[in-house]
């Protein structure tokens, strides 16, 4: 199975993260962010993950820290349990419908970390979190988990489903790109033969 667990402590926050790639969409998160626990818990169903994440981090000043050390745990966890990514599909998408919503998505596990997130998101705040966050948190799971990921709002002006709509499609995008190619179950998706 591939599996990782990523501690990672700072002055700032005190992070436990369990990452199942080939589970069943089991989550247990304490983030220490409400709207963030509610963003990995659907991240994780939708990607048919099993996810454990504990947080202590330092909320009383904002959530800036959680939100940007879990997006990297989270990275560091995909590519830890990828391994040298042998036999992966590599590149996933997704768009994702939710209600006046319209989220694309595409990602490559490409060794290369680049990220390009074309959201536009009209409220500052969704009930204490930040919604320029959303962002912190990709850019810290792209560079860790050195990869290229490219999302796109399409249509949306509700913020809670543009950002919802973010996780989930990327979810779903990563879920692609990490099956096993049957086809090609004992090779390195790249001329290069390494990733």
Sequence with gaps: MRTAEIIRKTAETDITLKLNID???VSVV???SGFLDHMLTLFAKHGRFDLEVKCVGDTEVDDHHTVEDIGIALGQAFEKALGDKRGIVRYGDM???MDETLILSAIDFSG???LNYDVQIPAEQIGT???ELASEFWYGFVRNSKSTLHI????GENSHHIIEGTFKSVARSIAKAVKIDKDFADEIPSTKGVI
């Design 23 to 25: 589970g069943k969409g």
């Design 30 to 32: 304490d983030s220490g």
């Design 95 to 97: 768009a994702l419908p």
């Design 112 to 114: 290369r970390a680049y």
């Design 129 to 131: 979190f930040d919604t």
């Design 152 to 155: 796109k709002q399409l249509a």
